[in-house]
């Protein structure tokens, strides 16, 4: 076991050298430097690109950031260096726990609400309740992430007036953005909670429990459930892929100052420190989820431990 | 008479049988039993399957009526999608069927233009995808042995990799590259749809094969294995046989679904990039960079929020449903 857990931690951190080494690249084979401005005297361009040192060849550069990066050095962010005097780290501090709440409480919601939703349409199968659960999954799969955001601001923000629209200050002005996310998050995997539970119910030991006579709430919990729960908690990982890629719309939306909002804008202004810091910090929380489901997986999963 | 049928005489009186209950089928016999069931081929099986299932065939029409307003609305439309006038925020008239947004463009032109990108980046990511998917999967799967291992090593690799955070910034950095590729007369076509949108189809395809590749090797090598296609190699079949007449059709079903189940994907992320405005360049519309613009008038104007973002999610809601009754469909292990 300790060498399973081993193996998956040094190929996460491969993994995440990996995603340095080609956002760096990338992010400078991007077009325009963070300086790029229409008014801009190229001299000063030239003068500003010598002082952080971007005139020096890429691969100086990059080594210069990995030497920084293994002394916890990430650099200051060059937009907002002027406005706030920050570096990355303290603006990744500062703006990582407003990301953290909303996904990890929308997190939370898509979990809890899931499984026992996923777990009754699979018990009612075939039946009026399963038929509208199965249009309902497919409506919020369907749907962005963008458009259940506007429509709730919509519904509830601006006709309604019951629920702001923008910042995080009290509850109420969490239950908009942490929905807006989970809403597709719950019905996609209460319907993988459901397809796993119906794929375990016709098996064979199933029928066999049914057979000596356990009552039907132990076959489902004791035998059906634990079984199904193992493709769902793969699926935990992606979810957390899934409600990054939304705080980038969310935040923006509803006016978060989180990782995601400040990540979109670092780009669209060649903010190379930023845009790498943040990199990092995604990169990392999204490794390290499907390190930690890996390690689960083969906790749970015994199979796993004999290969 | 030779081949004709004998009855044992001896065994028939044990049995109790006149000589007339053992008379030899006649052929309107042999046709009746031959014809309980008539034969189907799988296609016929599966059409039959998918027109059974309403939701999926009033969502196929639901498509092609997009697909029929994203190919000709932008063609009958008097106004291009960049052309301007005093008409700003109209409500929905004859002549503007969704009204107008806050530079007097029309909406209709420019929300059927960006159902085109759409659909243009989904099913060409799905084409391609299909592509690359099933060369790195054949050969991976023929081949076999250490070429296998490596490719699948690599697939490995590319899956432990945050997608979106590389797609984000790859398709940022390819758009120069590919604009000045474009510059070449002969793809003005696809030039004209914008070149952000070729590096947005680029690097979705660079990250989309993955999972294709693994169905695809999946599926042969599933198939390979079967006794028929021992059967067929022990007569002297050729590998080009096997995989043609074999391997290939049996593997369709679940290519086909995997391909369609890229479309949805492959829209959504153009709808995300574009909204966070590093999608499809402007002037260039799309779904999401509309509904991005039309965050601008939300109150005031709903108008364009709706119609743009309505359309993205029955666009997505279509290709969803539909890929769902074609797994139904086409998925041999649920057919009865």
Known sequence: MLRYIAKHFVSSLITLFFVVTITF???????????????????????????????????????????????????????????????????????????????????????????????????KHDTLFDRCFIFLSSLFASLPNFVMAVALMLCFGVWLKVLPVAYLTDWKSYILPVFSMAFPQIFGLARLMRTTMLDVIGQDYIRTARAKGLPPYKVMFKHAFRNAMLPVVTAVGPMIATVLTGSMVIEGLFAIAGVGKYYVGSIGARDYPMIMGTTIMFSALLILANYVVDVLYGIIDPRIKLE | MRGEFQPDSELMKEYGLAPD?????????????????????????????????????????????????????????????????????????????????RLGRDTFTRVMFGTRVSLFVGVATSFSVLIIGLAYGGISAYVGGWADNIMMRFVDLMMTIPTVLIVIILSVATRDIFTSLLTNPRYAAIASMGSGLISILAVFSMFNWIGMARTVRGALLMNRSQEYVMASEAFGAKAGWIITKHLL????????????????????????LSFIGLGVAAPVPSLGSLAADALNGIISYPLNIIVSSGLISMLMLSFNVIGDSLRDALDPRLRK
């Open chain 1, 25 to 123: 690249f990338l992010m400078q084979a991007a077009p325009g430097n963070p300086f790029m401005n229409e008014r801009s005297d190229p001299r000063v361009v030239a003068r500003l690109m010598e002082r952080y040192g971007y005139d020096r060849p890429v691969w100086e550069q990059y080594l210069n950031y990995l030497n920084d990066l293994l002394h916890g050095d990430l650099g200051e962010s060059i937009t907002d260096r002027s406005l706030t005097g920050m570096t990355v780290l303290e603006m990744l501090g500062k703006y990582f726990p407003n990301s953290a709440k909303v996904g990890g409480i929308c997190a939370l919601i898509s979990i809890s609400l899931s499984i026992p939703l996923g777990l009754l349409a699979a018990v």
């Open chain 2, 21 to 101: 209950d053992l008379l030899p089928a006649s052929a309107e016999d042999k046709e009746a039993t031959d014809q309980i069931r008539p034969s189907v081929s799988y296609w016929q099986d599966a059409r039959k399957r998918f027109m059974r299932n309403k939701v999926g065939m009033a969502m196929l029409i639901v498509l092609a009526i997009i697909v029929l307003a994203a190919i000709l609305g932008p063609m009958l439309s008097p106004y291009t999608y960049q052309s301007q006038s005093r008409d700003v925020r109209l409500g929905p008239s004859l002549s503007h069927p969704f009204g107008t947004d």
């Open chain 2, 249 to 272: 059709p049996n593997s369709i079903g679940i290519i086909i679904i995997s391909a369609t189940g890229i479309i949805p994907g492959a829209i959504a992320m153009e709808s995300f």
